[in-house]
């Protein structure tokens, strides 16, 4: 098969491996560690993450926090109606969203959920469109708290979230609100497992926002023709020199990924990244990558096969699934450790 191919990322997963919730602590979610030199497999949890990881490891996560943004209400008719917010950052005091309702949607179209009014006042090229809320950032801020709900995956539940994901679905560690879906791979570190970490290694945190183009599903045969989405990110100056200075450098997740090859590549430390990984791609930035397992034919999945190949990390799944792990987002995960590079 070839790697730029769309199909050659498929993979056979059956339903009730895909995890609807947690594990109760953190820490217990099940870990797979493949070490390319040596090309073995281990299986452990992640509490046992620690030893996996040459001394004074350098560990970098995604602290960008997810917002409650999906508004369900009614249309001025009494249909149903959606408003997903895309962001909390207005521009000219309007917030990119996605609109569901039946009917076709035009400008001036207004939506209630309670207290809070959102109206169309743009439609924008790629689907999307801006709308205008009856109050202000601050309130708006406070009334998504109270009402909104937040934005779990459609394959997990349907996508139905409920109290439980507000606490759930996030890291412990988020601090800058802007994310539509979380860093999932950060879902795995308990307070217990970051304390045992700093033993040894040094933490260090960006930040990528995450994007609805996170779900987005790649469709075409040949991949080299799939257009990234953009996100924002930014690594501050303290945590900019550790990154710099670290020895092994050890992405938690695809996010933190995205982030510091961006960095390596245009030594910005901060901007908008569309950047594609994928076989073919050279990852220059990584040592070692800890995800969890990501859906057939994705972008994410494609990014793993940039650091390993993509036969070696079909076969890493399908050992996955044999092993029964949980996939997705809030499943098990896997540490992969990359042989050193000449």
Do not use: W
């Not at 009730?16 to 979610?29: C, F, G, K, N």
């Not at 970098?60 to 950052?89: D, I, M, W, Y």
């Amino acid at each position: 098969m070839n790697d730029y191919q769309l199909s050659s990322y498929d993979y056979e997963l059956p339903p009730e491996l895909i995890a609807e919730r947690p594990v109760p602590d953190r820490h217990s979610s099940r870990l797979l560690v493949y070490d390319e030199a040596t090309d073995t497999v281990r299986h452990t949890t992640f509490q046992n993450l620690p030893g996996f990881l040459p001394e004074n490891s350098t560990i970098v996560f995604n602290r960008s926090k997810v917002f409650p943004c999906r508004l369900l209400g009614k249309k001025q008719t009494g249909g149903e109606a959606e408003v997903f917010l895309l962001t909390l950052t207005p521009v000219s005091d309007t917030y990119e969203a996605l609109v569901g309702t039946t009917g076709k949607k035009k400008i001036g179209d207004t939506y209630f959920f309670g207290e809070l009014t959102a109206q169309v006042v743009k439609i924008n090229p790629r689907g999307t469109f801006q709308v205008s809320f009856n109050v202000g950032p601050e309130r708006l801020s406070e009334i998504l708290e109270k009402v909104a709900k937040i934005p779990i995956p459609p394959y997990i539940r349907n996508g139905q979230s409920d109290e439980e994901d507000k606490k759930t679905y996030q890291t412990i560690y988020a601090k800058e609100t802007g994310s539509v879906a979380a860093p999932t791979a950060g879902l795995h570190f308990s307070s217990e497992l970051l304390q045992n970490l700093e033993k040894k290694h040094t933490l260090a945190t960006v930040t990528l926002h995450v994007g609805i183009g996170t779900f987005a599903k790649v469709k075409g045969e040949n991949i080299l023709d799939h257009k990234m989405h953009e996100e924002m990110y930014s690594i501050d100056q303290e945590n900019l020199k550790k990154i710099n200075e670290a020895k092994f450098r050890v992405a938690v997740g695809t996010t933190s990924l995205r982030t510091l090859e961006s960095y390596e590549r245009s030594q910005e430390a901060s901007g908008a990244t569309s950047i594609f990984l994928h076989p073919g791609v050279e990852v220059k930035s990584i040592d070692a990558l800890i995800t969890n397992f990501h859906l057939p034919k994705s972008t994410l999945l494609m990014l793993v096969s940039s650091l390993i190949g993509r036969e070696k990390t079909l076969s890493l799944y399908r050992l996955a699934v044999e092993e029964r792990y949980r996939f997705f987002s809030y499943g098990d995960g896997m540490l992969i450790l990359r042989k050193p590079r000449a």
